[in-house]
């Protein structure tokens, strides 16, 4: 089984694993990370390669370090993530989509006709 794609950077893709962990509430505000070497062992990269992900996530204000302690979920991040993931979602499928409706000559009503088709309903 391969764990990572080729065509994203490894440390950009250990990253992007936390965050989703971060906005499914596995960790929460404050809540220690893995460690360097936890991630390195568990995903059989570099541990320089885990280093450069976790300091995304500080660079991010997703984490905070504290020395000679480990990373930390800063309070807030999920909230932060949420956010960003929406508006990617917004700027890349959603756009997308109304734009491709429209050259379809599919109309607002429709349009939304058919996503509820697709939506699972509780």
Not at 7 to 33: H, K, M, N, S
Not at 36 to 56: C, D, Q, S
Not at 96 to 113: E, F, K, P, Q, V
């Amino acid at each position: 089984m391969k764990l990572f794609d080729d065509a994203t950077p490894i440390f950009q893709q250990v990253a992007e694993v936390i965050e989703r962990d971060i906005v499914q509430g596995v960790y929460g505000d404050d809540d220690p990370l893995p460690s360097t070497n936890e991630l390195a062992v568990f995903y059989r990269i570099n541990p320089a390669t885990a280093a450069k992900g976790l300091n995304l996530l500080v660079s991010q204000q997703i984490a905070y370090k504290k020395r000679g302690i480990g990373m930390f979920v800063n309070r807030g991040a999920r909230d932060q993530l949420v956010a960003r993931k929406k508006q990617e979602f917004v700027d890349r499928d959603v756009r997308t989509l109304t734009s491709n409706a429209r050259a379809l000559g599919i109309d607002l009503d429709a349009l939304c006709a058919l996503i509820a088709q697709e939506y699972p309903h509780d």
